[in-house]
T-cell receptor
């Protein structure tokens, strides 16, 4: 069975500071991992995904994440936070089982940017 | 192009009433998923469609919940005899189908339907 743990339900960083959102996964097979962002009253938007092609994945809006198998982690980072980054972020995993790519989500991390 | 659309955006209903939630996926996307987002349970999978078939209904919380998909396109999620614990945001996502091997395609999410049961 697959699962995802996000450490820290709320993270606050100053504008211009490093953003680090933590995600650890559990999967019985090599996983596919995703980070989604959700702005208020909107659906989920894909930031980036890991599909085994490269361990360092670059996404939209300057975000990137590194897959570390030894640590079962897929932490999301951005070198310099912007006010527009304030949102809720979800890490998700799928095992891609014969076309059924249902996602298992973490509990989310709400990112607040301090001006 | 048009993204995933859902209707209604908000629905308030009385306990015990039936509700129908609609999802219009991106044209050409054969895979369709329903998820539920609630304060207590977070984001959870409900059901997966491949074309008009639903090979995975494992996330439906009770037999009051059902879903169908017609013409390989529009999907309707029906909740019968609604209860207060059904209050949540119901999200629909669609994607291209994946073959037996290979990386999954991106799921595109709709804006959701916020259901409030009073």
């Amino acid at each position: 069975a697959q699962s995802v743990t996000q450490l820290g339900s709320h993270v606050s960083v100053s504008e211009g500071a490093l953003v680090l959102l933590r995600c650890n996964y559990s999967s019985s097979v090599p996983p596919y991992l995703f980070w989604y962002v959700q702005y208020p009253n909107q659906g989920l938007q894909l930031l980036l995904k890991y599909t085994s092609a490269a361990t360092l994945v670059k996404g939209i809006n300057g975000f990137e994440a590194e897959f570390k198998k030894s640590e079962t982690s897929f932490h999301l980072t951005k070198p310099s936070a912007h006010m527009s980054d304030a949102a809720e972020y979800f890490c998700a995993v799928t095992e891609g089982n014969f076309g059924n790519e249902k996602l298992t989500f973490g509990t989310g991390t709400r990112l607040t940017i301090i001006p | 192009g048009a993204g995933v659309s859902q209707s209604p955006s908000n629905k308030v209903t009385e306990k015990g009433k039936d509700v129908e939630l609609r999802c219009d996926p991106i044209s050409g996307h054969t895979a369709l998923y329903w998820y539920r987002q609630s304060l207590g349970q977070g984001l959870e999978f409900l059901i997966y469609f491949q074309g008009n078939s639903a090979p995975d209904k494992s996330g439906l919380p009770s037999d009051r919940f059902s879903a169908e998909r017609t013409g390989g396109s529009v999907s309707t999620l029906t909740i019968q005899r609604t209860q207060q614990e059904d209050s949540a945001v119901y999200l629909c996502a669609s994607s291209l189908a994946m073959g037996l091997a290979g990386a999954p395609y991106e799921q595109y999410f709709g804006p959701g339907t916020r259901l409030t049961v009073t």
